[in-house]
């Protein structure tokens, strides 16, 4: 299962109840950003092994930044956590 907080163009707040529903995540992201070529399985499980006690039961916030000639820079944080993911897509 995955919680999703909040969505709309730009923004996306989800929340895994746990490490296990990393593909499931990876999955409903790509059918929401299908426009953002980002390999969400890799950050995921990156964000998962870095985070003190894993990202499960935390929100995680991304958050879209387009250019005008279409480049897009994502940006992955997890909540509490001072860490970010900066991604060119």
């Not at 999955?27 to 790509?30: P, Y």
């Not at 980002?38 to 995921?44: A, S």
């Not at 005008?68 to 909540?79: A, C, H, K």
């Given at each position: 299962?995955v919680i999703?907080?909040s969505i709309?163009?730009?923004f996306?707040?989800?929340e895994l109840?746990?490490s ?6 990876s999955?409903?992201?790509?059918k ?5 070529y ?7 499980e ?8 894993g990202?499960?039961?935390k ?5 879209i930044m387009?250019d ?12 509490e ?9």
């Open positions: 299962m999703i907080h709309d163009d730009n996306i707040s989800i109840p746990s296990s529903c990393i593909n499931l995540a999955t409903v992201l790509s929401i950003k299908e426009d953002v980002v390999d969400w399985t890799f950050i995921l990156e964000l998962n092994e870095t985070v003190q006690e990202i499960s039961g929100r995680i916030n991304i958050h387009k005008s000639n279409r480049d897009s820079l994502v940006i992955v944080s997890v909540e956590y001072d860490l970010v993911a900066v991604i060119p897509s």
